[in-house]
């Protein structure tokens, strides 16, 4: 063995062999005993020796013999060849000439022709090169792509719009912006496209040897039955929230379900809630945020607004901030809770509460129902168009509760958009009238023809609206009086200062009375009450 000489490059090697061994390179021998590609200050190790033949010689002799050969070094890996420069080289040589070197030398593929070009016309023209050129280079392969789910739903990158605000507080809805996270898909949308895996393309070392390349691997899409795959894409067979399942890069799981759940509270974490089909909240709805649903809500506790076209079913309470302050919900369906207190509701169904109803302000087109215990409503105005069943109404403080019974909420608001319509009519036909009769004169009437003529047919059109309002009317009042049988039941009393209205008839409760029930007496036009 000889000199080891570590180096970052083969010029470099050859550099500190010239150095120790104080002579030139035709005069050493050499040996590569490694290559680290991975270590850039010693990425070559070599073995140097001098020559036995030319131990002790030197002159002009010396150079003319070993000074004019050229040396071809292949990687370790044979993805480059390099061609080693002597110092004296022969300087009349061609392309051909380095061509059939590298061949010699086992190099076929990736040659540098142009490096070769440029080493020829440096050597004639006497100009300097360096020790050490790369004149082949392999190309390694180049692996296919595995194919993608490229999910295509238009619901907003959250933090895009979050991120896109001048500061962290400003011009950022939180309550909003978490909700566009939801991937909701509309009946028969496309929400995903699969894209086929593409071929690799081999490689080759600079011997020629190929380097095989890897296809991409298919994707394995599971979808629900809500989903159905055409061709390359997959739609949507309802509206509904997207979910995605992952399990590795090639394989996922797809549904689209009408049920969305929030595993804790509806709060800033998730935002205000808009969804189409059902929701189901493990933790409350706090205060001042909203949940929208086509389907039911349920909730073990509500302190926010509820909109929703479906039941709602709440396992604790619903509860406002104070009677001033109260929360809003409008539904279609059924709502039960074990308590409500400072809400403004208003449903076409059935309310059932267990505990109580305190200050609130309730609208139904049903029936409202407080049967557990204590079972009372007190404080607030409960209007019920089918009837109220309560175990207690009022409070022993008096508390100022008003129990409405017989009056739908709708027929009433119906009602007072007529009235007021009837009543914007009549004016116009009297300020009509009062025009055409101060036309009367001749003179006036004939100037004036074609404006009259166009009051008389405003007028026409308006008295004919002013009827078919008087019918609509009277067709209300019908409905008004089909629900006067209705009743309000109190299973165990009655405390004063409560207001009782059935119908078109109102009694003031002045002392307590026990279990028993009012109802509308249509011979006396009045309300009466009846002990069980």
């Known amino acids: 063995m000889g000199y080891i000489i570590k180096a970052k490059s083969l010029e470099e090697a050859f550099h500190k062999a010239q150095k120790y061994f104080n002579r030139n390179i035709a005069d050493l021998e050499y040996k590569i005993i490694s290559i680290n590609p991975e270590d850039n200050d010693e990425k070559y190790v070599l073995d140097f020796s001098v020559k036995e033949e030319v131990i002790g010689k030197s002159g002009k002799l010396y150079d003319e013999i070993f000074t004019d050969e050229f040396e071809v070094i292949i990687s370790e890996d044979e993805m480059k060849a390099y061609l080693f420069i002597p110092q004296n080289p022969k300087r009349n040589i061609d392309k051909k000439y380095l061509l059939n070197l590298l061949n010699e030398h086992g190099v076929k593929n990736g040659i540098l022709e142009a490096e070769l070009e440029r080493i020829v016309y440096y050597l004639k023209n006497e100009k300097p090169l360096e020790s050490s050129i790369l004149v082949a280079q392999g190309k390694p392969p180049k692996n296919g792509s595995d194919g993608e789910l490229i999910i295509k739903t238009k619901s907003e990158d959250i933090f895009e719009s979050i ?24 009946e028969n949308e496309e929400v995903a496209m699969i894209i086929s895996p593409s071929k690799g393309e081999n490689g080759y070392t600079v011997t020629g ?5 890897v296809d991409g691997e298919e994707i394995e899409v599971t979808i629900s039955e809500n989903l159905e795959r055409i061709d390359n894409k997959i739609i949507s067979k309802i509206k509904g929230l997207l979910s995605i399942q992952q399990f590795d890069k090639l394989h996922f799981i797809l549904d689209v379900t009408k049920t969305f759940i929030v595993n804790g509270d509806v709060d800033y974490s998730t935002g205000n809630i808009e969804f189409p089909g059902s929701v189901i909240i493990k933790g409350e709805i706090k205060p001042d945020f909203t949940v929208k649903a086509d389907g039911d809500v349920i909730a073990k506790s509500v302190s926010g607004n509820i909109i929703t076209k479906g039941n709602i079913k709440v396992s604790e309470g619903i509860t406002g901030k104070s009677f001033v302050n109260r929360l809003i919900i409008n539904a279609k369906g059924e709502i039960t809770a074990n308590y409500i207190q400072f809400a403004q509701i208003t449903t076409e169904s059935m309310i059932k509460v ?10 139904t087109e049903n029936f409202v129902e407080v049967t557990g215990t204590p079972g009372m409503i007190y404080g607030g105005k409960i209007s019920a168009l089918k ?12 508390a100022k ?29 009297t300020k009509i009238r009062l025009y055409l ?8 009437r004939d100037k004036l023809k074609d404006k009259i003529e166009k009051l008389k047919k405003i007028k026409k059109e308006l008295t004919k609206k002013l009827l078919q309002i008087d019918i609509k009317l009277r067709e209300l009042y ?6 006067k049988d209705a009743k309000i039941e109190v299973l165990k009393e009655v405390n004063p200062n409560v207001k009782i209205i059935i119908g078109e008839a109102t009694l003031i409760v002045e002392k307590r009375l026990r279990n028993g029930y009012f109802f509308y007496n249509r011979d006396k036009k009045a309300i009466d009450y009846m002990l069980k």
């Not at 991120?163 to 509309?186: P, Q, R, S």
């Not at 009837?387 to 008096?398: N, Q, R």
């Not at 009769?437 to 006036?444: D, F, H, I, Q, R």
């Open 401 to 429: 509760t008003v129990v409405t019974a017989g009056i739908s909420s709708k027929i009433v608001s119906e009602i007072s958009h007529l009235t007021v319509e009837k009543n914007s009519i009549n004016e116009q036909i």
């Open 354 to 363: 267990k505990k109580y109803i305190r200050d609130s302000i309730i609208f």
């Open 209 to 213: 040897k190929t380097i095989e390349a």
């Open 163 to 186: 991120l896109g605000a001048d500061e962290v507080h400003d011009k950022v809805d939180y309550k909003e912006a978490f909700k566009k996270k939801l991937l909701i898909v509309n």
């Open 437 to 444: 009769g101060n036309a009367e004169n001749p003179l006036v």
């Open 478 to 483: 019908e409905q008004v009086k089909k629900h």
């Open 387 to 398: 009837g109220i069943k309560a175990k207690v109404l009022g409070s022993p403080s008096f």
